[in-house]
């Protein structure tokens, strides 16, 4: 399945799993070898309504027409900065989940290793800490340094950004670290103490994790199954 169908399905299903913030947030794929060009949902285009065609593809580099019409502002200058800047952010997804943004409001943020899920993402994020606005100008630049050579980095504040090679990459581990901080937060309401696993087991469930044979895949192609289903119009 094409890119633009890939990323219609990830909209439709994120809409599904009410992961999306009104008509905020924004997912975009680089169709240039060197991030000069790249797919991003249009300004305005609910994900639950998402279809391939409504994709617009946009420069990285100068500003495009249609910005603040069928262009979100800061849609096109975060991923523009990212996919300029960050080699592996060949996909970006960019959301304010629930549990995730809550997370991102803690003084310490950090997820810790409670369970299998929060364990996936030990030592694995980038924590921005220095939110000033909304992700126009020298703030999407700021957030390309800070994320670095990771795929992960929760926006203090904010929200998350996840990057990754593919569609289904990115979204596999956003929805698994709103799963870890779900669970996180409300352990937390138990007023209990957390049973946080030694840095060892951490580590090895990250790694485990990370040499899966191919488990991204096959969850988002289930999710397009159940789509291709249900709503076929996606990939129109």
Sequence with gaps: ????????????????????????????????????????????????????????????????????????????AIHGALHRRVPHARCIMHLHPKYTTAL?????????????????????VAFDDGYD??????????????LGNRSVMLMG???????GPTVAHCFDAIYYFERGAETYLTALMTG?????????????TAQQWESYPGFAEKHFAAVRAILDEEEPEYRQ
Excluded at 104 to 124: E, G, S
Aim: aromatic content about 6%; proline content about 5%; overall charge negative.
């Design 192 to 204: 209990r103490e957390l049973n946080i696993a030694s840095d060892a087991v951490a580590e090895k």
């Design 157 to 163: 504040q904010h929200g998350i950004l996840m990057v």
């Design 1 to 76: 399945m094409n890119a633009r169908a890939d990323l219609a399905a990830a909209f439709r299903y994120t809409a599904r799993l009410n992961m999306q913030e009104s008509i905020a947030n924004h997912f975009s794929v680089a169709t240039a070898d060197d991030g000069s060009r790249f797919l991003i949902n249009p300004y305005g285009r609910h994900f639950s309504r998402m279809r391939a065609s409504d994709l617009v593809e946009v420069g990285s580099e100068a500003e495009p027409e249609g910005m603040g019409d069928t262009i979100d502002p800061t849609a096109w």
């Design 104 to 124: 991102a409001c803690l003084k310490d943020p950090v997820l810790p290793p409670i369970d299998q899920n929060t364990m996936r993402f030990y030592n694995r």
């Design 133 to 146: 606005g909304m992700g126009l100008g020298d703030e999407a630049e700021r957030l390309a340094r800070v």
